[in-house]
């Protein structure tokens, strides 16, 4: 009955954008030292999910396994790199601008846990109603 939710794929995917975007940004900050490094981020959550189709209602397989969807499994994460304003050792990591984007990442990460949680909520109340 209630196996098929979207609002929870997109809590859980929110949640999955934010914990891949906090992996890069630790890295960047790792390497802010690192001659040559450029500073690594994928696209926002928002255009990541306008782009893979959502309102086209398509199926969209994860795996190669899967029967009767669409390949390229439906999130396009792709990392990209930052080759502007690079310092004299070639890197571009200001740690500073990471930090903002680690608070970000953190206010994104606890708003698909409020959604889910606040879903869990209506979820349970609609139960005990009937």
Sequence with gaps: MFTELNVFKIAHSMATHAGTRQALVAQNIANANTPDYHSKDIRPFKEVYARRGASSGDMVSTRSSHLNGQGGGGVDWAITSDDTGAGPNGNNVS??????????VKRQHDRALAIYRSSMNVLRTSVRAN
């Design 95 to 104: 740690v500073e601008d990471e930090i903002l984007k680690g608070v970000e």
